[in-house]
């Protein structure tokens, strides 16, 4: 009986990693940047955190995607460690851009 339940089970961890990685957790880095911008937060020591732990959290789901629950591609091709290589730069390389340039406006713009 449980072995039944094991690929239902598997199958939406699965999903749910697919779609923190691919929308849930981009979006969000989204809204905390655009708050960084807008001065919602009195320091920018929280929203930073919030930011940088969100874009860790992307990187680790699709680390496990692979991994753990044969995770594809775009093409719905099998990922490969690889894949997530090169998703872990390019998603580095750009949080670390828009970060810069969200805290840049913030540091720089009038209240």
Do not use: C
Not at 24 to 40: D, W
Not at 67 to 91: C, D, F, Q, S, V
Request: glycine share 8%.
């Amino acid at each position: 009986m449980t072995n039944a339940q094991e690929p239902q089970a598997s199958s939406a961890v699965g999903a749910i990693l697919r779609l923190h990685w691919m929308l849930i957790g981009n979006a969000a880095l989204f809204f905390i940047a655009l708050m960084i911008v807008s001065h919602k937060f009195s320091s920018l020591l929280v929203p930073s955190l919030i930011y940088w732990g969100i874009t860790i959290s992307v990187i680790v789901a699709r680390y496990i995607d692979i991994r753990h629950m044969n995770g594809e591609t775009a093409e719905g091709k099998p990922a490969t460690i690889e894949n997530w290589k090169r998703h872990a730069l390019l998603m580095g390389l750009v949080a670390s851009a828009i970060w810069i340039g969200a805290i840049g406006i913030a540091m720089f713009s009038t209240k």
